[in-house]
């Protein structure tokens, strides 16, 4: 029987809610291969899938976003958003272009973006009183703007409150979790004091290798270095979160993803790694750390849920992981969102643009003819057996 986090999301319950916006993709891969022209893309369109695929077709609906569309909207990708069985509020303005954009991409994994159409950025005023209300929030935003965000979101779940027009779902007196990706352009030493400024009212802080170096004059981040060391000690103890317990997450491209807080750190390798003669499965990393940060956010929500509890079915069997557990003190959903996060964002990059969602003939629900599920428990099973070769290379204590 299923237990109360296994049945169908109630409808007036959001999950997730990204302020990301919807864009139509123009990427160049400059000169690897052909590029492409109206891709169904953005962070919006990335983040939802991620959050999708974490949470399942039981609790879809439960992934709320805002699409705004113009003249130039392609019927097909439509089509292709409503397959998701997401909680889509799609705005319709025929005087307006789509949002577009271009993405060039360099070989180090160095991306240039620009817009070719004006854009039309979410505000939290545009957010519905359900939307307002998820448990998690999702930006893609400068330093300043992250601010005003939560307090604007925070600001109307109070006034709703008060008015009596708060929901009757668990959860609604809890402070939400607010993931935040710095945009890229802005990851400059001038936004230094105002990025720790924003880490302070976020849960999570998310900025890639690149742009983290870029934003402390050095030409990129690792782990092996000692400057990039003391940055992230620097960055923690400065604050993350109201009460400085939240988590700086580097996305380091094909060496996955390093989390960081006050008494602990996880290394998780990228889902795809090199086979012996040095192939992969990876075609096209856009959109790829956007829907990690989705897939992280619906996985700080999903405690009970059947991804975890394939995580858990695995990972209970290895001393190394229950004893590197003990110092996250009650914030174990973490590293196993960062699981689900990884797993997403796999499944991003094998294809340009979005993966395809389908069906097996025994009614099962398919992305790119694999089930996510299915995948975490494969990438966990490669986890655990690392976990006991080399358990330091895995879980740390500061």
Not at 299 to 322: H, K, Q, Y
Not at 340 to 365: D, M
């Amino acid at each position: 029987m299923a237990n109360n986090h296994d049945v169908a999301t109630r409808s007036d319950q959001v999950d997730f809610c990204t302020l990301g916006m919807f864009i139509l993709d123009d990427i160049d891969f400059g000169g690897v291969r052909p590029g492409v022209k109206n891709i169904l893309g953005g962070a919006a369109s990335f983040a939802v899938v991620g959050a999708r695929l974490v949470a399942g077709s039981a609790h879809g609906r439960a992934v709320s976003w805002i699409v705004d569309v113009g003249s130039d909207f392609p019927p097909e990708t439509l089509a292709a958003i409503q397959s998701w069985g997401t909680d889509c509020v799609i705005r319709e303005d025929f005087n307006r272009l789509t949002t577009k954009a271009w993405n060039g991409y360099h070989p180090n994994e160095k991306r240039d973006f620009k817009y070719l159409t004006p854009k039309l950025r979410l505000e939290p005023h545009m957010l519905s009183d359900t939307q307002v209300w998820s448990r998690t929030f999702h930006m893609v935003c400068s330093p300043s703007r992250c601010v005003s965000i939560v307090h604007d979101i925070l600001k109307r779940r109070g006034e709703l409150q008060r008015a009596g027009h708060a929901p009757s779902t668990p959860h609604v007196l809890d402070r939400p979790f607010f993931v935040w990706e710095p945009v890229p352009d802005l990851c400059t030493p001038e936004e230094q004091d105002k990025f720790f400024a924003a880490n302070r009212v976020v849960d999570i802080v998310s900025p890639n290798h690149l742009e983290l170096g870029m934003m402390f004059e050095q030409p990129g981040w690792t782990t092996n270095d000692e400057a990039s060391r003391r940055l992230v000690k620097n960055i923690i103890e400065a604050g993350i979160g109201p009460t400085g317990n939240g988590c700086l997450v580097i996305r380091a491209g094909k060496d996955g993803s390093y989390a960081y807080s006050r008494d602990q750190e996880i290394w998780l390798p990228a889902y795809h790694q090199p086979d012996t003669s040095g192939a992969t499965l990876v075609i096209d990393p856009t959109g790829a750390g956007n829907s990690f940060l989705g897939a992280l956010a619906q996985g700080l929500i999903s405690a009970g849920r059947e991804p975890f509890g394939v995580i858990d079915s695995i990972l209970s069997n290895s001393t190394e992981w229950e004893e590197g557990m003990v110092p996250w003190n009650g914030r174990q959903d973490l590293p196993k969102a960062l699981i689900c996060a990884t797993v997403a964002a796999g499944f991003v990059v094998e294809q340009i643009g979005v993966p395809q969602i389908s069906a097996s003939k025994e009614g099962k629900e398919l992305w790119n003819q694999s089930e996510f599920t299915e995948r975490v428990r494969l990438y966990t099973q490669r986890l655990f057996r690392t976990l006991e070769e080399s358990p330091q290379r895995h879980l740390l204590t500061n």
